[in-house]
C-alpha cells in the first residue's frame, strides 16, 4: 500500500551575530529536523531519506538533497561566496557545493542586497580587496518583498540588514566569507577565506534572468521561478479551491502568505512541509501563496 501522508517538521532555530536563521526543511549534519507529525513522528529527515527512500521517488545520492532556511537579518551578514560541487568534495571534506536562491517574504523600504561583482580578472579582483575598495569591487541591488533571486555557486553575495528571506539550496553548509565589515565575535574577528573566496569566485560576473513562465488556473496562478540541473521553484498563488497533481519525486512547501488548507488540514504564513512521491494528487483551498521546490 502507497503511503499518502504530508510530511511536516520541526524547526532548527540558529542565533547569528546578525540575526537568526531557522532551519524549516534539511537534512543536513549540522541540522537534521525532526518529522513532527504521522507515522514517523520523531524521526529525522536524514533517516527518512535513508529509510524510506521510495517517499521520495527512489532519488539517488548520499544526502537529501536540499535545504530551506528562513533568514532574519537584523544587521548585515558577511559578504561570501560558496563553492560548486567539484570545489567542494576536494576541499570540504566531500560536502556538496551550494547553489541557492532567495525569495524576498520582508524588507526595510530602502534594503538592499549584495549581489555580484565589478572584477574582470582574478588579479583585478586581488587588488581591489587588497586595497580595500569594496564599494567600487561589490554590486548592491535594491529589492521590495516578492523579489526573487537566482544565486549559483561562484556568485559573491550579501544580505543587509532589515531583510527576511526565504532561501532554498542545496544541502551544504560551506561558506567562504569575503569581508565582514571589521566586526568583533566575543571579543575576536570572524575568520575570512580570501583565497578560497577567489579561487571559486565566477569572474568576470554573470548575470542571470529570472523566468517568468506563468500558468493561468481557474483559482490559482502558477510561476516558474527557476530551473536549472539542482533544484525547480514556482510560485503558486491561491484564491479559492484548486487541484493540483504531483508527478515528481518531491515537493519542498513553504506557506509565505496567507492561510487555508490542503486536503483539509490547516496550513499558514510560516509553515513548511514535504509532499512525498506517493502522494499523486492534492486540493489546496484558501488564500495563499506558496514556494514550491523539487527536484
Not at 529536523?33 to 536524514?46: P, V
Not at 533571486?149 to 561558506?175: C, M, N, R, W
Amino acid at each position: 500500500m502507497k503511503e499518502k501522508e504530508l510530511i511536516f517538521l520541526n524547526k532548527l532555530h540558529y542565533p547569528k551575530i546578525w540575526g537568526s536563521e531557522d532551519w524549516v526543511i534539511s537534512a543536513h549534519s549540522n541540522g537534521d529536523c525532526k518529522i513532527s507529525n504521522g507515522r514517523y513522528y520523531g524521526m529525522t529527515l536524514s533517516w527518512l531519506w535513508h529509510n524510506k527512500r521510495e517517499l521520495f521517488g527512489n532519488l539517488e545520492g548520499e544526502v537529501f538533497p536540499l535545504l530551506t532556511k528562513i533568514i532574519n537579518a537584523k544587521d548585515d551578514l558577511s559578504i561570501q561566496v560558496h563553492p560548486d560541487d567539484t570545489y567542494a568534495k576536494e576541499n570540504a571534506n566531500g560536502e556538496l557545493g551550494k547553489t541557492e536562491c532567495w525569495y524576498i517574504i520582508d524588507c526595510d523600504s530602502d534594503a538592499e542586497l549584495i549581489l555580484g561583482h565589478n572584477a574582470e580578472t582574478k588579479e583585478e579582483m586581488k587588488n581591489m580587496i587588497e586595497d580595500e575598495k569594496w564599494e567600487n569591487l561589490l554590486r548592491r541591488v535594491k529589492i521590495n518583498p516578492g523579489d526573487f533571486f537566482y544565486i549559483p555557486a561562484g556568485t559573491i553575495h550579501g544580505i543587509k540588514k532589515g531583510t527576511v528571506i526565504l532561501e532554498i539550496q542545496q544541502s551544504s553548509d560551506v561558506t567562504y566569507r569575503l569581508y565582514d565589515y571589521g566586526r568583533l565575535d566575543k571579543g575576536r574577528l570572524r575568520d575570512l577565506h580570501i583565497k578560497e573566496s577567489i579561487d571559486v569566485t565566477t569572474i568576470p560576473h554573470v548575470d542571470y534572468k529570472i523566468s517568468n513562465k506563468i500558468e493561468e488556473f481557474k483559482n490559482a496562478k502558477k510561476e516558474l521561478l527557476v530551473k536549472d540541473k539542482y533544484f525547480t521553484l514556482y510560485k503558486i498563488t491561491i484564491k479559492g479551491i484548486q487541484q493540483f497533481e504531483n508527478d515528481r519525486s518531491f515537493m519542498m512547501v513553504s506557506v509565505i502568505k496567507g492561510e487555508g488548507t490542503i486536503d483539509g488540514i490547516k496550513i499558514e504564513e510560516g509553515l513548511h512541509f514535504i509532499i512525498p512521491a506517493s502522494y499523486k494528487e492534492f486540493q489546496l483551498e484558501g488564500k495563499l501563496d506558496l514556494i514550491i521546490s523539487t527536484v
